[in-house]
């Protein structure tokens, strides 16, 4: 059974980086053909996809958060990272980190295209 866990800081100040790790237990982050996405949802919005890397260490981005964001991954460690720079307070949100069997969506979520999520973090961007 595969399980997935996020990890990072919770509070990051405004114009900083934002880095997560998700750690995944219990199966590969190589095995063809899953995708392992970062997902996140503002207070009071629905969800928002942010990105994913692939099977094969390919990446996608959401076209709106495209310019400030980088997906990568350790597969010595099986985990893969988000890093969003140039952070604001519209930022604040809980992140996710999700496998999908399918290549997911980047515009939006479509949630029967996962079939496996982190428990979320809260992250906050404030000084």
């Known amino acids: 059974q595969v399980q997935l866990q996020e990890s990072g800081p919770g509070l990051v100040k405004p114009s900083q980086t934002l880095s997560l790790t998700c750690t995944v237990s219990g199966g590969s982050i190589t095995t063809n053909y899953y995708y392992w996405s970062w997902i996140r949802q503002p207070p009071g919005k629905g969800l928002e996809c942010i990105g994913y890397i692939a099977y094969s260490g390919s990446t996608s981005y959401s076209p709106s958060l495209k310019s400030r964001t980088s997906i990568s991954r350790d597969t010595s460690k099986n985990q893969f990272t988000l890093q969003l720079n140039s952070v604001t307070p519209e930022d604040t949100g809980v992140y996710y980190c999700?496998?999908?069997?399918?290549?997911?969506?980047?515009?939006?979520?479509?949630?029967?295209?996962?079939?496996?999520w982190g428990q979320g973090t809260q992250v906050t961007v404030s000084s």
């Open positions: 999700a496998r999908a069997g399918v290549r997911p969506h980047t515009v939006v979520v479509v949630s029967s295209e996962y079939d496996t």
